[in-house]
């Protein structure tokens, strides 16, 4: 059939717009069009492909997937596709900088590209004339598979280059992988379907690519990031990796942001220390960063070893998830009675860390995760998130497995494990002991919380002296610390004299206090520090909180019914209300709190605090703010309104980066604090 012209142009002008428009959504994150319109783009084009048989492979249309392959073909690589030796350690990063000097012949400080290690799934790219021909894995290094057909699915790889002087052949090596945010997404949409959750990105991205209909790749947001070029014929490439990055950008391939020119070791072991810092905030998981001679010419000179070039090497960083396994489930009870199911597990160093217990909240996460005692299971734990269970390994294979009969159900004790008092279910998921103060494991905690940093601040007093104190009968409730004497602090198994000194300094120290810390210190059903200072701010005197009806305890910013209801609940308790003389007689006494009635430049803005900060402790950068009328709040949510980020913030920060709320550093705060305080 004879196209018109007119068609034909209409076509290749689509295409254009639409490759365009790809570029700028997936690339550079800066679409111009709405999503609707460039929908129609695409249908447009589809109808005339259809119509008039033009479809090609290299058209914007082949993204989204073809009929089923029955098997993969078999690809070998020209030019290898090596890995990467790795150190974990300052000292084997220098050893290695040494050995290209000394190979090199030269003392000079060399330049090096330094670029994230992300954890995906290597991919080769032959472009000839600019279309992409074929796409393939890695495989054993020298075959690997043809994935062509899933890797035209990737919205952020060009079908055809952007450049009119691209090498008639040239082949580009990168890392194929799927973004966090990708990830939740897709296991959101899997818990709404029902169908099987992912267990991480990586997982999912190698799953991906090895499918033999790429109509379920596509339905995975892949990313990709070039890190090399491979074979190369008919041109002229840039001497330096650098450069070459920036050749590969200009022809629309994706190269990582990330990525720096360093000189010297010393410069790369900095980039490596900042890019881990970074690491939760990035939006990919990485296992560490690369660190490559820049110069290409060296690095011909330099060559490879069996399996590896000499001029690169992985900086490889704490693995964040690990297989160990579960020894045994017990049950804690905590302050308010509430039993808590904890995994003792098999220690395993993950994320920077050796674990060996993790909450695992209630019995419906044991349930959902479909955990027995005796199974193996992965725990993560990135950046200074607590350590989670995040999957069973293989349930069935573990059900199989020789040791199965080891494997136990985890059951809900029939009484509360440490005072064997009836269990009260309380809603959906928890269960409670109903001893109240009568429990010794309510009541340690109780005292344990009493002592903490941000209560009392008892230095010394710790969880392990707590239970001591309380096993021997030298106290049983919080009151009892302030009739502790030296000799029976000192009479204590493992307890100095001069500790023993201390701790009655301490404890004669805490009783200078303020009255919201006093507040949380009592442990108040749901009265966090936020909310103790909060009644402070408004009501001024603890009389005057003791007395208030639950009706005007809901004036207070942020209080609402149940809250509410707690405070009431335990002001009404005579008991309560004894604890509370016998302290005051003890001597516990705070500054008298004027309440500001004037203008609160920060009123209800919620703000967080994460890493750390210079010139002063989070407990005073939290007063600061709240003095100003700001909530300070434990996590980031979509009601945020700023967070203040020191150095070490991790998941808080990536959390608001995710969310686009208002971020300052520790300089920009301290302006703030500054300018409200005038
Ligand atoms: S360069 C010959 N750069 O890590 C050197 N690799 O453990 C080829 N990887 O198979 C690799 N990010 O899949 C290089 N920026 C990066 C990388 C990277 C991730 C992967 C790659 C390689 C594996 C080696």
Redesign the pocket.
């Known amino acids: 059939m004879a196209v018109p012209d007119k068609i034909k142009q209409e076509v290749g002008k689509l295409r254009q717009q639409i490759e365009h428009h790809n570029h700028l959504y997936h690339s550079l994150d800066s679409p111009e069009i709405p999503d609707a319109d460039f929908d129609a783009l695409i249908t447009r084009l589809e109808t005339l492909e259809r119509s008039y048989d033009l479809a090609t492979p290299d058209s914007p249309t082949q993204r989204v997937g073809s009929e089923p392959l029955t098997r993969f073909t078999q690809v070998v690589h020209e030019m290898a596709?090596?890995?990467?030796d790795?150190v974990f350690d300052e000292k084997d990063l220098e050893d290695f900088d040494s050995r290209i000097k000394k190979r090199l012949e030269s003392d000079a400080q060399i330049e090096y590209s330094c670029?994230?290690?992300?954890d995906?799934?290597?991919v080769s790219l032959m472009y000839r004339n600019g279309v992409l021909e074929r796409a393939a894995t890695?495989g054993d290094g020298v075959t690997g598979e043809n994935i062509t057909h899933n890797v035209k699915t990737i919205q952020s790889i060009p079908l055809r280059l952007k450049s009119l002087d691209v090498a008639p052949v040239v082949e580009v090596?990168g890392?194929i992988f799927l973004s966090k945010q990708g990830f939740e997404r897709l296991n959101a949409r899997a818990e709404v379907e029902g169908s099987k959750i992912f267990v991480n990105p990586r997982n999912t991205a190698a799953g991906a690519i090895r499918q033999l209909d790429s109509r379920s790749t596509a339905k995975i947001p892949l990313q990709m990031y070039c890190?090399?070029v491979g074979i190369v014929e008919g041109i002229e490439l840039p001497t330096r990796l650098s450069g070459m990055f920036t050749t590969l950008a200009s022809w629309g391939l994706p190269v990582?942001p990330h990525r720096s020119t360093r000189w010297g070791i010393t410069e790369c072991l900095q980039y490596c220390l900042d890019l881990l810092a970074k690491r939760d905030s990035l939006e990919y998981q990485i296992d560490g960063a690369?660190i490559?001679v820049n110069d290409l010419d060296a690095q011909r000179s330099l060559g490879n070893n069996a399996k590896?070039?000499r001029w690169?090497m992985?900086y490889k960083f704490p693995a964040e998830e690990k297989s160990t396994v579960v020894l045994d489930v017990e049950f804690q009870v905590g302050r308010t009675g509430t039993i808590t199911p904890v995994a003792r597990l098999r220690p395993v160093f993950v994320g920077g860390v050796t674990v060996s217990n993790t909450t695992l909240h209630n019995m419906d996460e044991i349930a959902r995760l479909g955990l027995r005692v005796g199974d193996t299971v992965i725990v993560r734990r990135a950046g200074d998130v607590i350590p989670k269970i995040v999957k069973v390994v293989d349930p069935e294979k573990n059900q199989k497995s020789a040791n199965s009969r080891k494997r136990k159900k985890i059951k809900l004790p029939a009484a509360c494990p440490a005072c064997g008092s009836a269990i009260e279910k309380d809603g959906e998921v928890l269960y409670r002991c109903s001893a109240g103060l009568i429990c010794p494991a309510q009541r340690k905690e109780s005292i344990k919380h009493f002592a903490s940093r941000t209560a009392m601040d008892i230095e010394g007093l710790g969880d392990k002296l707590v239970a001591q104190l309380v096993d021997e009968g030298l106290i049983s409730q919080v009151a009892d610390i302030f009739d502790l004497n030296l000799d029976q602090i000192a009479g204590l198994e493992r307890m100095g004299s001069k500790s023993a000194e201390n701790l009655v300094a301490a404890i004669n120290q805490s009783k200078q206090t303020t009255l919201p810390r006093f507040l949380y210190a009592l442990g108040i059903r749901e009265v966090g520090e936020a909310t103790a200072s909060g009644l402070v701010n408004h009501f001024g005197e603890l009389d005057k909180i003791m007395a208030a009806d639950t009706a005007s305890l809901e004036r207070v910013a942020d209080i609402g019914p149940i809250v509410a209801q707690h405070i009431a609940t335990f002001f009404d308790n005579e008991n309560n209300l004894a604890l509370i003389t016998t302290l005051r007689a003890h001597g516990i006494s705070w500054p008298v709190v004027a309440i500001d009635v004037g203008e609160k430049p920060l009123q209800d803005q919620a703000y967080v605090l994460t890493g750390s900060l210079e010139s002063m402790s989070r407990n005073e950068a939290k007063a600061r703010l709240v003095a100003l009328g700001a909530k300070v709040a434990g996590s980031v949510s979509k009601n945020t309104d700023c967070v203040v980020a020191g150095p070490g913030a991790g998941s808080k920060l990536s959390k608001a980066q995710q969310l686009g709320i208002n971020i300052i550093d520790e300089r920009e705060f301290l302006l703030l604090l500054d300018d409200l305080s005038r």
Request: no cysteine; net charge positive; charged share 30%.
């Open positions: 596709m090596l890995s990467l790795k670029e994230p290690k992300i995906g799934v290597a890695r090596r890392e890190y090399s990582n690369v490559k590896s070039p690169a992985a």
